[in-house]
């Protein structure tokens, strides 16, 4: 079945560090890919996506590229906040009904 | 316009004992999904409805769990009798059903289960 692997946390950085969280999956056919994040306290929201090979998803200075040949999305930041502090969650949707798939989450914190 | 909204936020309950959670999807919205997080671990589908009609509900771990969704609006889940190995963060999102809208799911905060 579908599968997402991230990276374990939790992550530890300093303000302004780049961050990297890796992401790999395992689908059948062509999965849509998704970032969703949660802050605390808060419900979780979708951060960014790519429906296809090759695209690249961004928002809020994070960046993911959707890599068929390698099963990737890893997520990327060149500049983190201590306001970037959440659990992200890598996750695949590869179902017509839109059922999506979630990794373990990685826990980020960003000290000053 | 409002979000998902789950209640409670918080429930701690005994082995053995009911519990019933709330979910109200965005309006509008005629997806409606249940996931659960255990302890750490990655967020599991449990089951997904389409209206009032249960589209998918796989993930369901036994018969102790019962979704519900009257007239397609509102939703609930009740856990009976509760074990221990139910406690979790329990998450309902919705979505519209629009090809463009694949897979951006809208979450509520989550009902967090204690089952003692």
């Known amino acids: 079945g579908d599968s997402v692997t991230q990276m374990e946390g939790p992550v530890t950085l300093s303000e302004e560090a780049f961050l990297t969280i890796n992401c790999t999956y395992t689908?059948?056919?062509?999965?849509?890919l998704f970032w969703y994040v949660q802050y605390p306290g808060e419900g979780l929201q979708l951060l960014l996506k790519?429906?296809?090979?090759?695209d690249k998803g961004s928002n809020k200075g994070f960046e993911a590229t959707y890599r068929k040949e390698t099963t990737s999305f890893h997520l990327e930041k060149g500049s983190v906040q201590v306001s970037d502090s959440a659990v992200y969650f890598c996750?695949?949707?590869?179902?017509?009904?839109?059922?999506?798939?979630f990794g373990t989450g990685t826990k980020l914190q960003v000290i000053p | 316009e409002a979000g998902v909204t789950q209640f409670p936020s918080h429930s701690v309950i005994e082995k053995g004992q009911t519990v019933t959670l709330r979910c109200d999807p965005i309006?509008?919205?005629?997806?409606l999904y249940w996931y659960r997080r255990v302890m750490g671990k990655e967020i599991k589908f449990l089951l997904h409805?389409?209206?009032?009609?249960?589209?998918?509900e796989s993930g369901m771990p036994n018969n102790r769990f019962l979704a519900e969704r009257t007239g397609g609006t509102y939703s609930t889940l009740k856990v009976q009798p509760a074990e221990l190995e139910d406690s979790g963060v329990y998450f309902c999102?919705?979505?519209?059903?629009?090809?463009?809208?694949?897979?951006?799911?809208?979450f509520g905060e989550g009902s967090r289960l204690t089952v003692l």
């Open positions: 689908a059948t056919g062509y999965p849509s």
């Open positions: 999102a919705s979505s519209q059903v629009l090809p463009k809208a694949v897979g951006e799911l809208f």
């Open positions: 409805f389409v209206k009032e009609s249960k589209q998918d």
């Open positions: 996750a695949l949707s590869a179902g017509g009904y839109q059922k999506v798939t």
């Open positions: 309006s509008g919205h005629d997806n």
């Open positions: 790519a429906t296809k090979a090759d």
